[in-house]
Nanobody, 129 residues
Framework: QVQLVESGGGLVQAGCSLSLSCAAS????????MGWFRQGPGKEREFVAA???????YYADSIKGRVAISRDKDKNTVSLRMDSLRSDDTAVYYC???????????????????????WGQGTQVTVSS
């Protein structure tokens, strides 16, 4: 089993950068594809970014160019760096893990919430304008 704990959220000013971290416990972390999702006030939860077990990265079009996802298999962590933050980036950010998969998975698989079986509790990011 993998358990996920996010950290790094907080209140930031528009235009600034922020890095979120997700600490994973469990021996099978290296075999999981990892994703970040977010849910803004009054909005549905949406896909932000994902990184596969092989290091392939995929981003939502709406935020591509302002975010970078990375993982450290030795430290069992996944990070999300966000630049040029805007007020509409305000949301609870969730880290999630898929089950063990084959080396190749599609972009649509990575962007689909139902692909993920383990979720963190979320970390709040509030961007002030």
């Amino acid at each position: 089993q993998v358990q996920l704990v996010e950290s790094g959220g907080g209140l930031v000013q528009a235009g600034c950068s922020l890095s979120l971290s997700c600490a994973a416990s469990g021996r099978t972390f290296k075999d999981r594809n990892m994703g970040w999702f977010r849910q803004g006030p009054g909005k549905e939860r949406e896909f932000v970014a994902a990184i596969t077990r092989t290091g392939y990265t995929y981003y939502a079009d709406s935020i591509k160019g302002r975010v970078a996802i990375s993982r450290d298999k030795d430290k069992n962590t996944v990070s999300l760096r966000m630049d040029s933050l805007r007020s509409d980036d305000t949301a609870v950010y969730y880290c999630a893990a898929t089950p063990r998969t084959a080396f190749y998975v599609s972009d649509s698989y990575l962007a689909t919430q139902d692909s993920y079986v383990t979720w963190g509790q979320g970390t709040q990011v509030t961007v002030s304008s």
